[in-house]
């Protein structure tokens, strides 16, 4: 069964940091890009960053740019987001999603292939 799903949220102070994790199974990421989406209360779900795990290639949106980091453990097949400087604003569902694509309009749209159920992030003093 192809799926992926996430662990790792949860409550933590303006400033401090988390990391998520995406652990997949049945997918050949020789094919697949990994990536992370987020949806805040009342917005729309927005891709925030996608890594191309053939070829390394990395893609941040510009509101998590140098404050998250990316990341493929090939052994154990899971992506992970690592999030620092993590503001209020930062708070979310984060889903964790995968696509034959890297980073393109099925990204920018939302219609990636595989989706992960979500974890919640909540970033609050």
């Known amino acids: 069964q192809v799926q992926v799903v996430e662990s790792g949220g949860g409550l933590v102070q303006p400033g401090g940091s988390l990391r998520l994790s995406c652990t997949t199974s049945?997918?050949?990421?020789?094919?697949?890009?990994v990536g992370w989406f987020r949806q805040a209360p009342g917005k729309e779900r927005e891709a925030i960053s996608c890594?191309?795990?053939?070829?390394?290639?990395?893609y941040y949106t510009d509101s998590v740019k140098g404050r998250f980091t990316i990341s493929f453990d090939k052994a154990k097949n899971t992506v992970y987001l690592e999030m620092n400087s993590l503001k209020p604003e930062d708070t979310a569902v984060y889903f964790c999603?995968?696509?034959?694509?890297?980073?393109?309009?099925?990204?920018?749209?939302?219609?990636?292939?595989?989706w992960g159920q979500g974890t919640l992030v909540t970033v609050s003093s």
């Open positions: 999603a995968a696509d034959k694509t890297f980073w393109g309009a099925r990204w920018y749209l939302g219609t990636v292939e595989i």
């Open positions: 049945g997918l050949d990421l020789n094919y697949y890009a």
């Open positions: 890594i191309g795990n053939t070829n390394g290639n990395l």
